[in-house]
């Protein structure tokens, strides 16, 4: 078998490898298989190396994963690292009378909202973790940065199996708290643009510590999953249920 030379290979190249290896290893014994899982470890670290240098700059995250923001993909979202970041993140870029963080508003969020929206409301602020909390009147001005938070935000409803397009009433919700939060934590502020328009959101901001909007949070995914997946199972259940039905129809049309 002809190989590319590692130090050269692209990573297509290398990747062909790889898989011609593994091919290999399929009918390969003894020695020879102890060779090719040499050489199969030795390619796959070229195929993560050449990733590396086409993905752009990795981020460090709170588990030690590294996270591409310029490429981010739904394997590499962890929920751990989404409930630390926005636990810690506060919100307004921190000009308020006291710490309140990204995961207390979204969990405040995710308890009014319907039952069927509440994993959006959840995880609406969940590309926060990976790059930042940006004040509203900023990010219109920052193209660039809405076109990465869309692709990190399209990874994340990947992984968590949202829809991308956020439900009327998590936006409406998102709209009405903010008159909320100022109410409870800028002392100092004056009239804003939504009042008039639109009715503070009636949930109650406490401010909790780091420590607590990280638990808080992680338990309500932790709740919003499994219902997600029970209706998940429910459905398929339903599904094998009515083929059951329909083939012995099929069956007793036969007869």
Same mark, same amino acid.
């Given at each position: 078998?002809?190989?590319?030379?590692?130090?050269?290979?692209?990573?297509?190249?290398?990747?062909?490898?790889?898989?011609?290896? @593994?091919?290999?290893?399929? /009918?390969? #014994?003894? *020695? !020879? =298989?102890?060779?090719?899982?040499?050489? +199969?470890?030795?390619?796959?670290?070229?195929?993560?190396?050449?990733?590396?240098?086409?993905?752009?700059?990795?981020?460090?995250?709170?588990?030690?994963?590294?996270?591409?923001?310029?490429?981010?993909?739904?394997?590499?979202?962890?929920?751990?690292?989404?409930?630390?970041?926005?636990?810690?993140?506060?919100?307004?870029?921190?000009?308020?009378?006291?710490?309140?963080?990204?995961?207390?508003?979204?969990?405040?969020?995710?308890?009014?909202?319907?039952?069927?929206?509440?994993?959006?409301?959840?995880?609406?602020?969940?590309?926060?973790?990976?790059?930042?909390?940006?004040?509203?009147?900023?990010? @219109?001005?920052?193209?660039? /940065?809405? #076109?990465? *938070? !869309? =692709?990190?935000?399209?990874?994340?409803? +990947?992984?968590?199996?949202?829809?991308?397009?956020?439900?009327?009433?998590?936006?409406?919700?998102?709209?009405?708290?903010?008159?909320?939060?100022?109410?409870?934590?800028?002392?100092?502020?004056?009239?804003?643009?939504?009042?008039?328009?639109?009715?503070?959101?009636?949930?109650?901001?406490?401010?909790?510590?780091?420590?607590?909007?990280?638990?808080?949070?992680?338990?309500?995914?932790?709740?919003?999953?499994?219902?997600?997946?029970?209706?998940?199972?429910?459905?398929?259940?339903?599904?094998?249920?009515?083929?059951?039905?329909?083939?012995?129809?099929?069956?007793?049309?036969?007869?």
């Amino acid at each position: 078998m002809t190989y590319h030379n590692p130090a050269t290979a692209t990573l297509e190249e290398a990747r062909h490898v790889v898989e011609q290896i @593994r091919k290999s290893l399929r /009918y390969a #014994s003894g *020695e !020879d =298989a102890a060779d090719l899982s040499y050489e +199969l470890a030795d390619w796959e670290r070229v195929v993560r190396e050449r990733e590396e240098q086409t993905r752009g700059d990795w981020m460090q995250t709170f588990t030690g994963r590294r996270f591409y923001p310029m490429d981010p993909r739904p394997e590499e979202v962890d929920p751990a690292d989404i409930a630390h970041a926005l636990s810690l993140l506060c919100r307004y870029g921190g000009h308020l009378d006291r710490f309140y963080s990204v995961a207390e508003h979204c969990v405040l969020m995710s308890e009014w909202v319907a039952p069927e929206n509440a994993l959006a409301a959840l995880l609406h602020d969940a590309t926060e973790a990976y790059v930042v909390d940006v004040p509203r009147p900023l990010k @219109r001005y920052l193209p660039e /940065y809405r #076109s990465i *938070e !869309d =692709a990190v935000w399209n990874a994340i409803c +990947l992984r968590f199996h949202v829809a991308g397009d956020l439900p009327a009433e998590v936006k409406e919700a998102d709209n009405r708290i903010i008159l909320t939060e100022r109410n409870a934590l800028m002392s100092n502020a004056g009239v804003w643009a939504q009042d008039g328009i639109v009715e503070p959101l009636p949930v109650a901001i406490v401010g909790w510590s780091p420590a607590e909007a990280e638990l808080v949070y992680q338990g309500r995914l932790a709740e919003l999953m499994a219902v997600k997946y029970d209706e998940q199972d429910a459905a398929a259940i339903e599904e094998d249920r009515r083929f059951e039905q329909y083939r012995d129809e099929q069956r007793e049309a036969r007869r």
